[in-house]
């Protein structure tokens, strides 16, 4: 039991890689609160209190300010803690450069950067105060390298690596850690759409000759959100099967 005892925010629980993180982190004795806009998000906390474990899920935007903070303080007037925010959540967008929109752009903005800079400022007054919290971001390989068709997308998660090493040096002295996960190509519903030549030309390009499964990147998480990472901060920890390197 790992996360015995702890609060854990994921938000974009609902599926892919934030439901990975949100069974794992319930089966190591966490309670989850799941913030999603599918309403399926029930669903995988209903599976998880099925398997005896403790999760709730809510539907609200990262990008709703007001929501999230009127979420958080619910969450810690309940448990009088919050104790690890794994900002999950994140979309794309892609398009080349000069085809990209300002709606696309804008959108990917919005959720991947701006959601987690709302959902990291509500979250830290309760961490300072308990002088304990694990804040961990998805970043992307695509944030270290770039990626054909992804402008916006490679800028927010290139973004979110900067935002952790900031709430590092600002909040590392109240016992507060801020950490990066940077997945390579994993099997969920945002690749799903990539079509099977393309998908087969992707394998062929990652050392390891295959893309993750959510539970791969999901045990990064568990890693930099447990007490074992006490003195890991300010780091982004690529899970790409040997792509970035
Ligand atoms: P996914 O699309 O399967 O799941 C993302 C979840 O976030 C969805 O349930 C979605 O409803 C939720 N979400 C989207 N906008 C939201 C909002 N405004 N408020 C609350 N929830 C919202 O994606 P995934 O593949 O599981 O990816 C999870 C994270 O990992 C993302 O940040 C993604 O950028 C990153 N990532 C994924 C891959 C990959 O190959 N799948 C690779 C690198 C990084």
């Not at 806009?37 to 935007?61: F, P, T």
């Not at 919005?110 to 309760?126: R, S, W």
């Not at 290139?158 to 002295?173: C, D, N, P, Q, R």
């Amino acid at each position: 039991m790992r996360l015995k005892d702890k609060i854990a925010i994921v938000t974009g629980g609902a599926r892919g890689i934030g439901e990975a993180i949100a069974a794992l982190f319930a089966q190591e004795g966490a309670t989850v609160i799941i913030i999603d806009l599918l309403e399926q998000g029930a669903e995988v906390a209903k599976r998880i209190v099925a398997k005896g474990g403790r999760a709730s899920y809510h539907n609200v935007s990262v990008t709703d300010k007001q929501g999230i903070e009127t979420l958080f303080a619910a969450v810690h007037k309940k448990y009088g803690k919050i104790d690890i925010l794994i900002n999950n959540a994140g979309i794309t967008k892609d398009r080349t450069l000069e085809k990209m929109s300002m709606e696309e752009w804008d959108a990917v903005v919005e959720v991947n950067l701006k959601g987690v800079f709302i959902c990291t400022q509500a979250v830290a007054p309760y961490m300072k105060a308990k002088r304990y919290g694990r804040i961990v971001s998805a970043a992307s390989n695509v944030g270290l390298r770039g990626n054909f068709g992804q402008t916006n997308y490679a800028a927010t998660k290139a973004g979110v690596i900067a935002m952790s090493k900031t709430w590092t040096m600002e909040l590392g002295k109240y016992g507060i850690t801020a950490n990066a996960v940077a997945p390579g190509f994993t099997l969920t519903d945002m690749v799903a759409q990539i079509p099977e030549p393309h998908m087969e030309a992707i394998k062929a390009s990652i050392p390891l000759k295959k893309v993750a499964r959510p539970m791969d990147i999901a045990y990064g998480y568990l890693y930099l959100a447990s007490d074992e990472a006490q003195f890991v901060s300010g780091i982004c920890l690529t899970i790409d099967g040997g792509m970035s390197r």
